[in-house]
Every structure is written in structure tokens, then in C-alpha cells.
Antibody, heavy 127, light 107 residues
Framework: EVHLLVSGGGLVQPGGSLRLSCAAS????????MNWVRQAPGKGLEWVST????????YYADSVKGRFTISRDNSKNTLYLQMNSLRAEDTAVYYC????????????????????WGQGTLVTVSS | DIQMTQSPSSLSASVGDSVTIACRAS??????LNWYQQKPGKAPKVLIY???SLQSGVPSRFSGSRSGTDFTLTISSLQPEDFATYYC?????????FGQGTKLEIK
């Protein structure tokens, strides 16, 4: 059974740093891209970042580019999100999500979706 | 960035009703559109991927369709456990934008 356990959230002052972790089990971690998605209190979902299975490709939302870094350690089956220069607007529940892909068109086209999610961890940026 | 516009933002319905939630993309995304259900305090759960493919384990009363850049999620014969918030998401290109959500409430 796939399991994603998110940890590392908490209260941090503006300008501070925090590192989130997402420990994965139940699947071949290195074979799947992984994502971070966040949700501010009472608000909708916001995609934050994606990393390829090998870790060689990363993508970021403009709102976090240059401040957040996604990484993974495939030997430890763990995904990370290093968050620096935190702002009040970064306050949110952060989820990690495993990316599945529907492959079609003789393998030339794929359609990603997030098939498994961690439980989320709350990050509060406040003085 | 691709904007995803969901409607309505909220919806009241009764058990047994059929409801439709709409999502429009600001540009072509082919069929790279996913639907998620989220209950309070819980992580989202995928219902439909690639516009119309039903995720394993999801009841068949959930269905998705596409017409150009317009997508719909239909829930037929609502059950008590279906009252939740629903989000569409485009996965055509990063940033993988979500719609603003539709809260489905019991009438």
C-alpha cells in the first residue's frame, strides 16, 4: 500500500527557513515524479513544485521560485522541500503528492495526475 | 499561465440528485484535466484523470467529459459521502493550475 508521511511543519518567523520531508513507502519511489501542493487556510489548492523521478528536472510556481528548493533522496525514499525567505503568504498546509501518468499515443504522450497524497503539514509564518 | 475557471463556486443538492460542475481552461489543454475531491481536514483524492478516466476504486456515479476547453464533472445519484469540495486541475503544462473549487453542500 502506498503511504506518504509528511513532516517538518511548524511556526516560523518571516524571513526564516523550514524544511519539509515526505517519506514514501509502498512503491518504487525513484520511478515517479513527486509534487508539493499547498493550501492556505480556507483557500483552494496551489501547485508548488514538481521533481522528476531521477531528481534531474525540477519545476516551480512563480510564487516560490528562488526561495523554495525541491529535492529527493531516492536511497531514502524521501522527498524534501527547503523553504527559505518565508513570507506570511506562505502560510498553508503543505501536501506531497505522487504523480501518476496515463501514457498513450504509442508512449509519446502522457497525462499526469496526482494519485496519492500525504496527510499534509501546517506551516505558519508569523512573528 | 493557464487559468482554470470553475463554476459554480458552491452548490446545494439533495441525496439522490444529479449535479454537474464545470471547469473552463483559458487555452487548449487537450484532455489533460483532472478532478479531485477534498473533505474538510483531509488531503484531496483523485476522482477523474485525463478528462474522463475514472480512478480505480472511485464509484461509477462519477464521470467526466470534455468539449474543447470546457470540462464537466457529473455526479449522478448523490450519496451522503459526496458532499465535499471539488477541484479541477490542468496537467498540460506547469504550473499545474487548479480551479478555485466548488463546495457541494446538502440542501
Amino acid at each position: 500500500e502506498v503511504h506518504l508521511l509528511v513532516s517538518g511543519g511548524g511556526l516560523v518567523q518571516p524571513g526564516g527557513s523550514l524544511r519539509l520531508s515526505c517519506a514514501a513507502s509502498g512503491f518504487t519511489f525513484s520511478s515517479y515524479a513527486m509534487n508539493w501542493v499547498r493550501q492556505a487556510p480556507g483557500k483552494g489548492l496551489e501547485w508548488v513544485s514538481t521533481i522528476s523521478g531521477s531528481g534531474g528536472s525540477t519545476y516551480y510556481a512563480d510564487s516560490v521560485k528562488g526561495r523554495f528548493t525541491i529535492s529527493r533522496d531516492n536511497s531514502k525514499n524521501t522527498l524534501y522541500l527547503q523553504m527559505n525567505s518565508l513570507r506570511a503568504e506562505d502560510t498553508a498546509v503543505y501536501y506531497c503528492a505522487k504523480e501518476q501518468r496515463l501514457v498513450y499515443g504509442s508512449g509519446s504522450v502522457f497525462s499526469p495526475y496526482f494519485d496519492k497524497w500525504g496527510q499534509g503539514t501546517l506551516v505558519t509564518v508569523s512573528s | 499561465d493557464i487559468q482554470m475557471t470553475q463554476s459554480p463556486s458552491s452548490l446545494s443538492a439533495s441525496v439522490g440528485d444529479s449535479v454537474t460542475i464545470a471547469c473552463r481552461a483559458s487555452q487548449s489543454i487537450s484532455s489533460h484535466l483532472n478532478w479531485y475531491q477534498q473533505k474538510p481536514g483531509k488531503a484531496p483524492k483523485v476522482l477523474i484523470y485525463a478528462a474522463s478516466s475514472l480512478q480505480s476504486g472511485v464509484p461509477s456515479r462519477f464521470s467526466g467529459s470534455r468539449s474543447g476547453t470546457d470540462f464537466t464533472l457529473t455526479i449522478s445519484s448523490l450519496q451522503p459521502e459526496d458532499f465535499a469540495t471539488y477541484y479541477c486541475q490542468q496537467s498540460y503544462i506547469t504550473p499545474y493550475t487548479f480551479g478555485q473549487g466548488t463546495k457541494l453542500e446538502i440542501k
